[in-house]
């Protein structure tokens, strides 16, 4: 019979003589080249594991041909398989009775029944008018959370066990568990570009801070504000549902879920993958300087908006978000991406946040300039002029260094994938106005027609560059109108003015 297992004398014989080393010296030195050229493989091999791991965890490159087909095939479940889209994302909205038949028409503008997934988790069951008078996400009630330790807000606990009871469902192929508020507006195409691009096979926990720094002081840095919304992937999600419940009563003392969360994830050592298209928006009157100069990032979310002026002059908060949707269909990947360009005859600086604004300078300003939000907000705690979390200029009291402002009127595509899309002029009748001639040839121009191609699909996959634009006609005005064209800069061309 053969033995399968080696008996103890034999172990110690094999232990004492490990490299197995023949007494002779010839045969002795072929062995070791022999072990010399074992080395070489296995140190080749290992380097070009380590080169495929090392590719595969390295979130912010699209992984190579190569990689994907070998991770592909190692894949143990089919749903790994193949570049994440919408259904592989889950939500899950917090929400209240008392709140939701309101706050729910937001979630008209961005839920779409037929590929959504995921639900709103309310503190009750609700009555039938609350669901007939809001949209069709499917809700849940949350399990009793009473049972836990509290101090100042015990819905924030409710809150924090969205995922772990998100994850508990078990709905198939979900590789990403995304929270939101009920009055989170998300631009799902935009979030899933940004989470494919990341391996939903690791341990991720991708969201923002806030933008005011008196916000990020008080709660934490480090942590993902929940308003904004924040995606944790489905290993981090199976690990924090384990240790979510014993997790909670270590920080009772805390305000917030998305606090807790974050102070739960730390325990399991991991820690935030900031994005910058996240938007909690914890600022105060006028968002406009922040969406007119958004970072080269794709617009993954946008809340506090009923906190906030209406984006948009002359319409309401939801309005705006329906304005705004408009264009962002039309051109996803494109939504609020400034571009700039110069009238060098005139001296005119324009700067387009596609979907939403355009801004004419009637004098020269460079793109650092153009690119730095202005302020016109406060801070969210204190409503003070900042710090923020980012740079700000000051809007300037005198008309003659203010820009002349554009909204978008309307979007349309032209064929198959160019957009067109037309500017009007707002000015409002309190505004103290220039009287200088440059600031008067720009008030000739009430219309501004831009025309671009849609955005490549993998445009976000690439080394985000900022597009350019051009004006046509050589900035000929036709019926009051001026046209301009956003498309790839030229190998060698700059913003320059
Ligand atoms: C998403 O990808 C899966 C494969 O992982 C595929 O079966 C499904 O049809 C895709 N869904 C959409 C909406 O593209
Ligand atoms: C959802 O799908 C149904 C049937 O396919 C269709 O009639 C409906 O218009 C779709 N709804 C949306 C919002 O796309
Ligand atoms: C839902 O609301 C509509 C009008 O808002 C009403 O006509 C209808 O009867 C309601 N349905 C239910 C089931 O309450
Ligand atoms: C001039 O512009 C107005 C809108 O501003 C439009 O209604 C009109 O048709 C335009 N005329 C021509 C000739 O393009």
């Not at 001296?347 to 946040?353: G, N, Y």
């Not at 067109?420 to 008030?443: L, N, Q």
Request: net charge positive; aromatic share 12%.
């Amino acid at each position: 019979m053969k033995q399968s297992r080696l008996g103890p004398s034999q172990v110690t014989l094999k232990a004492s003589n490990f490299f197995g080393l023949p007494e002779k010296p010839s045969e002795f030195f072929a062995l070791m080249m022999r072990i010399g050229l074992l080395v070489c493989l296995v140190a080749s091999i290992f380097l070009a594991l380590h080169s495929a791991f090392w590719a595969r965890s390295s979130h912010r490159f699209a992984l190579p041909d190569r990689i994907r087909k070998a991770r592909d095939f190692s894949a143990q479940n089919d749903d790994d398989v193949g570049p994440t889209n919408i259904s592989h994302i889950i939500f899950g909205i917090g929400g209240s009775v008392h709140t939701w038949r309101e706050r729910s028409h937001y979630s008209l503008h961005w839920w779409d029944p037929n590929a959504t997934r995921g639900f709103v988790w309310l503190d009750a069951k609700p009555k039938p008018d609350v669901i007939n008078g809001s949209v069709s996400i499917p809700y849940r009630v949350s399990e009793d959370w009473t049972r836990f330790k509290y101090s100042s807000s015990q819905s924030a606990v409710r809150i924090a066990r969205i995922v772990l009871e998100s994850f508990r469902v078990g709905l198939p192929n979900a590789r990403w568990f995304v929270m939101g508020d009920d009055d989170t507006v998300f631009f799902a195409d935009n979030l899933v570009s940004v989470l494919a691009s990341y391996d939903h096979t690791q341990m991720y926990y991708i969201g923002g801070n806030s933008e005011s720094v008196e916000q990020d002081a008080m709660h934490s840095y480090d942590m993902a504000f929940g308003g904004g919304g924040f995606a944790i992937s489905r290993p981090l999600a199976a690990r924090l549902a384990m240790i979510l419940d014993g997790c909670l009563g270590r920080y009772y003392r805390f305000y917030g879920s998305d606090q807790r969360i974050w102070a739960c994830l730390s325990e399991l050592g991991v820690s935030l993958t900031r994005h910058r298209g996240f938007h909690q928006l914890d600022i105060r009157e006028n968002p406009y300087g922040l969406l007119a100069a958004h970072p080269l990032v794709p617009l993954v979310s946008l809340h506090h908006l009923d906190y906030l002026n209406p984006l948009f002059p002359e319409q309401t908060q939801i309005e705006s978000v329906e304005t705004l949707m408009k264009a962002y269909r039309v051109d996803p990947g494109r939504i609020l991406q400034q571009c700039f360009c110069y009238d060098k005859k005139r001296k005119w600086s324009i700067s387009i946040s596609w979907g939403y604004t355009l801004q004419i300078y009637p004098f020269m300003l460079a793109a650092m300039e153009l690119q730095t939000p202005m302020q016109t907000f406060k801070t969210w705690r204190s409503w003070s002029n900042g710090p923020y979390t980012f740079n700000t200029r000051p809007v300037s009291n005198d008309p003659c260094q203010q820009p002349l402002v554009y909204f978008l009127e309307r979007v349309e595509e032209v064929g198959e994938s160019g957009t067109r899309s037309s500017f009007v002029m707002s000015v409002s009748k309190e505004a103290k106005k220039c009287g200088r001639e440059a600031y008067k040839h720009v008030m000739a121009v009430p219309r501004v027609v831009v025309s671009s191609m849609k955005m490549d699909r993998d445009y976000w996959n690439k080394g985000p560059v900022r597009q350019c634009c051009e004006i046509m006609d050589r900035g000929s005005v036709k019926n009051g109108t001026m046209r301009i064209r956003i498309r790839k800069c030229r190998p060698k061309e700059t913003i320059t003015f």
